[in-house]
């Protein structure tokens, strides 16, 4: 059990992200699995607070760098330390995953204007979405008995039904998972939700590389010699963006 990602218990109104950070996976000395996780300031339903859209959509592309400090008042442009103006493949978000907690209440529709712009921008951009469903032992008395009835549970079905009618996202990309709160080992039921979605991330992700693959190919072959220069990158891994909803 790790703690690389510090949250906090206190700021349930309010992102305690503050930076564009990567988390890597080890596995192994000095070696780490092929996927990253590029965690982000939560969206709020104020102008002035939480991730702007305009950043979210920065980050899509790959033009935020790792370490940016996110300004609720302004937003990430060219020029500045954070923006990174020659962004290769590897830089560009590969699925971009909804963190939204099962016990919180319904979704201010300011929220979900945002979220609703990031994913058509997601959209245009051809990036795989999910959503990640937390803390389903806090909403559920029947799965906090036993997390794994999960599935059988009626209240979170309505949970994930609202989310996918409110948001947008079809409900076989909607996911639950029980959060580690104050467990000191780990878990194997806990686990095994947890693993599902990461593998369905990485599902999404390797389908998406297969699909800019396809392209990429298609450049080289047919485009002029500046463009095969540029297409040519190689792929490192998978890159995740999460976060945008409550923690």
């Known amino acids: 059990m790790t703690n690389d990602a510090l949250t906090s218990s206190i700021t349930s109104d309010g992102s305690f992200t503050r930076k564009y950070q990567t988390y890597k996976f080890k596995k192994g000395k000095g070696k780490f699995y092929p996927f990253v996780f590029n ?3 939560g969206l709020e339903d104020r102008d002035g607070k939480g991730v702007r859209t305009d950043d979210l959509i920065l ?14 008042s302004s937003s990430l442009s060219d020029g500045d330390s954070g923006y990174n103006s020659s962004q290769s493949i590897n830089d560009r978000v ?16 300011d929220v979900v204007k945002k979220m ?12 795989p979405q999910l959503v990640i469903l937390t803390h389903i032992d806090e909403a559920c008395g029947e799965t906090q008995q036993n997390v794994n009835n999960v599935y059988m549970s009626k209240h979170l079905k309505k949970k994930i039904d609202d989310f996918s009618y409110t948001v947008g996202v079809p409900l076989n990309c909607i996911v639950p998972v029980k ?5 000191i080992e780990i878990n ?19 389908d998406y590389i297969e ?5 990429m190919s298609k450049w080289v072959f047919f485009g002029p010699d500046e463009i095969q220069g540029k297409t040519q990158d190689t792929l490192e891994g998978l890159y995740f963006l999460t976060g945008l909803g409550t923690p």
């Open 179 to 183: 959060n580690y709160c104050d467990e």
């Open 94 to 109: 590969h699925v971009l995953v909804y963190v939204h907690s099962a016990n919180a209440p319904q979704i201010n529709p």
């Open 116 to 127: 609703k712009e990031v994913r058509e921008a997601a959209s245009d951009l051809g990036i």
């Open 59 to 72: 980050a899509l592309k790959g033009h935020m760098k790792d370490g940016y400090q996110f300004n609720p």
């Open 39 to 41: 965690d982000i300031m």
């Open 211 to 215: 699909k800019i693959n396809r392209l």
């Open 188 to 206: 194997p039921d806990v686990d095994a939700l947890i693993l599902n979605a990461l593998k369905l991330m990485i599902d999404f992700g390797d």
